[in-house]
């Protein structure tokens, strides 16, 4: 079946340095995707978002972008900090006959070094 | 403060048990949704629910069962027919005007079967 999945399992960043996490989605017709953190033992925390008549979006210290040609979005993190260390998931928003749901990719763990 | 509860924390169930997780929400969403997550994995759609007394199945649905009563409670049973079910459970609610930045998540329920 269709789904979103996400190219690097780890990412080892340095603390301050930016960082970037990438996802791949297969649903050419989903309009809607965000970005979620998760930290361990909680629930995902939501970050940004963006919609697909966009192909950017900036928040604090985060930037989304969209590139539907190829079915790809990033979330770039800058000047990474510590608090940033959790998983970081993409889900996609689908519409359908009985409404929307989010539809996950397998996440990627983001480590930051002191 | 709104938000969406799930409860308890953490469950054992013995092998052969029915066992039930509870969802509340005080947002006045219309939408909840169950997922679930295993290790290393991203969120997988259980169950969810657009209105009261009125559900889908999703993704993983077989072993499982809901009930929408009401709109604040979406409570998941968790089966003997379900052969796997220690996992990390997760409840979110949503408007669907809002779609994907509408989605709320609890913090989790942690099953494990001994």
């Known amino acids: 079946g269709e789904s979103v999945g996400l190219h690097l399992p780890t990412l080892s960043v340095q603390e301050g340095d930016n960082s970037i996490i990438n996802c791949a989605y297969s649903?050419?017709?989903?309009?809607?995707f965000i970005w979620y953190k998760q930290e361990s033992g909680k629930g995902p925390q939501f970050i940004i978002d963006?919609?697909?008549?966009?192909d950017k979006r900036q928040g604090q210290r985060v930037t989304v972008l969209l590139n539907k040609t190829v079915k790809h979005l990033s979330l770039q993190i800058a000047a990474t900090q510590p608090g940033d260390s959790a998983v970081y998931f993409c889900?996609?928003?689908?519409?359908?006959?009985?409404?929307?749901?989010?539809?996950f990719g397998a996440g990627t763990i983001l480590r930051v070094k002191s | 403060d709104g938000g969406i509860t799930q409860s308890p924390k953490y469950l054992f169930r013995k092998e052969g048990q029915n066992v039930t997780l509870s969802c509340e929400q005080n947002l006045n969403h219309d939408a909840m949704y169950w997922y679930r997550q295993d290790p290393g994995q991203g969120l997988r759609l259980i169950y969810y629910?657009?209105?009261?007394?009125?559900?889908q199945k999703g993704d993983i649905a077989e072993g499982y069962s809901v009930s929408r009563e009401k709109k604040e409670s979406f409570p998941l049973t968790v089966t003997s027919a379900q052969k796997n079910p220690t996992a990390f459970y997760l409840c979110a609610s949503s408007t669907q005007a809002l779609g994907g930045s509408g989605y709320t998540f609890g913090s989790g329920t942690r099953l494990t079967v001994v």
């Open positions: 649903n050419s017709a989903s309009d809607y």
């Open positions: 889900a996609e928003n689908r519409g359908g006959e009985y409404g929307n749901k989010l539809v």
């Open positions: 629910s657009q209105i009261v007394n009125d559900f």
């Open positions: 963006i919609r697909s008549n966009m």
